[in-house]
């Protein structure tokens, strides 16, 4: 089975809820959270891999059909970005780093 993103889904990137923290705010201060991982790819990276993907095409660093985004990653960054190059017509390549510990 084949996953497409559709590229209007990187547009819920960063429409994320905003909670308070009740047990943590007192009368003179108030503390809230961003639920990051409701972000389309469920990774806390998706807001830092989209404007990466996003400033390399302002500056005419990528090129449909003809660039590869390449990413030595083991985690949310790689989610991040498979998910995103997807949704926008990029090809990825996610390779994981010599250095990575066995647990990974």
């Known amino acids: 089975m ?10 819920q990137i960063g429409n994320t809820p905003l909670v308070e923290l009740n047990s943590f705010s007192t ?3 108030k503390l809230f959270a961003k639920l990051e ?11 830092a891999a989209y404007w990466m993907v996003k400033e390399a ?7 449909k059909d003809k660039s590869i985004i ?3 990653t083991s985690g949310n960054t790689g989610i991040a ?3 995103i190059s997807q949704a926008l017509g990029y090809k990825v390549e996610i390779v994981i780093p010599d250095k990575v510990s066995d647990e990974t």
């Open 81 to 83: 970005l498979t998910g």
């Open 2 to 11: 084949t996953t497409v993103a559709r590229p209007d889904i990187v547009s």
């Open 70 to 72: 390449i990413e030595p």
């Open 37 to 47: 991982w409701y972000n389309p790819f469920g990774s806390v990276k998706d807001r």
């Open 27 to 29: 009368s003179s201060v």
């Open 57 to 63: 095409e302002r500056k005419g660093l990528l090129k």
